[in-house]
């Protein structure tokens, strides 16, 4: 992943929570424009600038850097919710997921 994937998949995941990029930045503990410079390309978050939106957004890194996974915390409540579920409705579940995906 490079800068600009960075900073498009910071822009996606924050939308995606429906946060401005001014409030993310203050809630963060940065100034006003720290998220807009950085889905900007005008500059780089540090590795603690990187966990510290990671934290906020409710994503491990891991998930934030798989591209693939268009909504992580979405997929991460699906998961802990079909911990409780049986086997019968895990195969119903899996199922609705898979004609979903068609």
Do not use: W
């Amino acid at each position: 992943m490079d800068i600009k994937d960075f900073s498009l998949r910071l822009a996606r995941l924050r939308e995606l929570k429906g946060v401005s990029a001014r409030d993310m930045s203050l809630s963060i503990g940065q100034n006003p424009g720290y998220i807009n410079n950085i889905e900007t390309g005008k500059s780089k978050p540090s590795l603690e600038g990187i966990l510290y939106i990671c934290e906020y957004l409710g994503v491990t890194p891991s998930e934030f850097f798989d591209i693939d996974a268009i909504s992580p915390s979405k997929a991460n409540e699906l998961l802990q919710t079909a911990k409780h579920l049986d086997n019968e409705q895990l195969e119903h579940l899996i199922a609705i997921a898979k004609g979903l995906k068609k």
